[in-house]
T-cell receptor, first 111, second 114 residues
Framework: RKEVEQDPGPFNVPEGATVAFNCTYS??????FFWYRQDCRKEPKLLMS???SGNEDGRFTAQLNRASQYISLLIRDSKLSDSATYLC????????????FGGGTRVLVKP | AAGVIQSPRHLIKEKRETATLKCYPI?????VYWYQQGPGQDPQFLIS???????DKGSIPDRFSAQQFSDYHSELNMSSLELGDSALYFC?????????????FGQGTRLTVV
């Protein structure tokens, strides 16, 4: 079993709709959680950090459930430009520790 | 703002040759990570360095080695290249901050082994 797992999708989303997906992690010692966005053949770019209390950044909302060991990302009012692969990344807060990536969830927003 | 710089951006090598990839982290970042991403795959962790010392090791083949220098730049050395080494190689850097270890990626080096 992979340490960080995601539904690979694709999630086909009509423009303007809401889409949400989860990521589960197996290492209970994990303390840092992030969502990255990766466009085809480009580097992953940090979308947002995920805090225990949940956080929102514009149309994007991330939540963390430590008890069930998953994080979620919700995208409201989807735009065509939201089409990308969303990577869940889990790390430990101690410096020098590796970040572990999930396999990514592909989102396709269509007109 | 300064970002992570990787060089070269593209590299074509023949089987059994060697390759050296370079990474210049964001200034004042103390941790460097190397990832390999094959076609249609998620990034796979290879190795990381914290304060010029190896901090963690992932699925890095024995044919590969890496180090972080006194100026914090890092190099990934790859020998006896195989066709399966063709991939995107990303370097990321981070530092422990109030929001945890957010990592920022370079644009990657696309290695093609022929």
């Amino acid at each position: 079993r992979k340490e960080v797992e995601q539904d690979p999708g694709p999630f086909n989303v009509p423009e303007g709709a809401t889409v949400a997906f989860n990521c589960t992690y197996s290492n209970s010692a994990s303390q840092s959680f992030f969502w990255y966005r990766q466009d085809c053949r480009k580097e992953p770019k940090l979308l947002m950090s995920v805090y225990s209390s949940g956080n929102e950044d514009g149309r994007f909302t991330a939540q963390l459930n430590r008890a069930s060991q998953y994080i979620s990302l919700l995208i409201r009012d989807s735009k065509l430009s939201d089409s990308a692969t969303y990577l869940c990344v889990v790390g430990r807060e101690a410096a020098g520790n590796k970040l572990t990536f999930g396999g990514g969830t592909r989102v396709l927003v269509k007109p | 703002a300064a970002g992570v710089i990787q060089s070269p951006r593209h590299l074509i090598k023949e089987k059994r040759e060697t390759a050296t990839l370079k990474c210049y982290p964001i200034p004042r970042h103390d941790t460097v990570y190397w990832y390999q991403q094959g076609p249609g795959q998620d990034p796979q962790f290879l190795i990381s360095f914290y304060e010029k010392m190896q901090s963690d090791k992932g699925s890095i083949p024995d044919r590969f080695s890496a180090q972080q220098f006194s100026d914090y730049h890092s190099e990934l050395n790859m020998s006896s290249l195989e066709l399966g080494d063709s991939a995107l190689y990303f370097c990321a850097s981070s530092t422990l901050g109030t929001e945890g270890t957010e990592a920022f990626f370079g644009q990657g080096t696309r290695l093609t082994v022929v």
